[in-house]
């Protein structure tokens, strides 16, 4: 089951150093853009990012449009969520 959302600048953790900091590479943009994101993907939401893992292990948060209670009520409208 994919869900369709508005996605703008992103943060990718691509994992540890060797002083276990975390690894991320910041990605800027300067709109949102749609995209189709597969609903068992998503680890969790707030108010600002959608947190998502990422192909080799690593994991992503996606700055979205909308509110949180909006993307809630989308996701219990398609039976995705409690």
Known sequence: MFIEIAVGSHQILH??????????????????????????RIKSISEKYILTDYGYGRWIYWEYEGSMAEFKARLQMNNLVL
Request: overall charge negative.
């Open 15 to 40: 994992g540890f150093d060797e002083e276990n900091k975390e690894v991320i590479e910041d990605v800027k943009v300067s709109s949102f853009s749609t995209k189709l994101i597969e609903v068992g």
